[in-house]
């Protein structure tokens, strides 16, 4: 276990060397940097990337990372590390810690053959359907009036041209992360899409975009729809990971139980008030 946290930091070490064009702000000679705030964007469960925010947007961010920072300084003076509550929650992440890296471990070590994986794909074909889909393309923007002025550009556009000409705006204007792939979010089932934009993008004929800009709480988006797609077998290769996985996953779990009645056969447990102790 040492091993592993001198392992740990080594890491941090390594990963915490930074260039001053990465410093977005210092507190008290500590710096804070862009990587630190696409991380926080990252925990926020956001679809915004860093270098897409607006320059209020992004001092709205580093305000959020210097409070924590002064939060941190100001626990770190309260001396919260030397209390024995900070100690009993450091020993259970490392005990939480230890028991997953070892679960990882067996799962691992599990090995499922090839001809089990294809027999379960063979005898459950059904559940290899993937259902109707969209391929579907956005560019998010932060005002309606943007949305609109593209959505100008796009509509008298049709075919190449217009898969064309979306996508380079897409890539140079989105503000969705999504911009670096042409505003591409891959092929969705009506679940997958879920909101309310997704539903609008549902409904929409291939080969068109959205006449309004719909918006959402990241911003207003213009949908174009690329194409739709039948329902169709997912092929046993690209099902073959996710069946051995859940094939390996199954084995590990009747693994554990008997593994858990010889540990608790093995060990000296007592259970006050219960009788039958083991030994």
């Not at 030397?82 to 090995?111: C, G, H, R, V, Y």
């Not at 550009?153 to 670096?180: C, Q, W, Y």
């Not at 993008?201 to 797609?229: C, D, F, R």
Request: charged share 25%; hydrophobic share 40%.
């Amino acid at each position: 276990m040492h091993s592993l946290f001198k392992q740990a930091i080594v890491f941090i070490c390594i990963f915490a060397h930074v260039n001053a064009n990465d410093i977005i702000a210092t507190v008290n000679g500590k710096s804070i940097t862009s990587e630190d705030a696409k991380q926080f964007l990252a925990s926020s469960n956001t679809n915004l990337e860093y270098s897409s925010l607006t320059k209020e947007q992004k001092l709205a961010v580093t305000e959020r990372l210097i409070e924590r920072e002064l939060f941190a300084e100001a626990a770190a003076k309260a001396k919260i590390e030397q209390t024995p509550q900070f100690a009993n929650e450091l020993e259970k992440l490392k005990k939480e810690l230890m028991i997953n890296l070892w679960i990882k471990m067996q799962i691992d070590s599990m090995i499922i053959s090839d001809g089990e994986a294809r027999e379960i794909y063979n005898s459950n074909k059904a559940k290899f359907i993937e259902p109707s889909r969209i391929k579907v393309r956005h560019i998010v923007v932060h005002t309606k009036e943007e949305a609109n002025s593209i959505i100008a550009a796009l509509k008298l556009l049709k075919g190449d041209m217009l898969k064309r000409t979306f996508i380079a705006i897409a890539t140079n204007n989105s503000i969705d992360v999504s911009r670096e792939r042409g505003g591409d979010l891959g092929e969705l089932s009506k679940e997958q899409l879920g909101s309310d934009v997704g539903q609008i993008a549902w409904n929409l004929n291939a080969g068109t975009i959205s006449m309004q800009p719909i918006q959402s709480p990241i911003g207003y988006h213009v949908i174009y729809v690329e194409q739709k797609l039948k329902p169709r077998t997912i092929p046993y290769e690209k099902a073959k990971k996710d069946i051995i996985a859940s094939l390996k996953q199954k084995q590990f779990n009747l693994y554990l139980t008997q593994l858990a009645k010889e540990f608790k056969r093995t060990a000296k447990i007592t259970i006050p008030g219960k009788t039958n102790q083991n030994q």
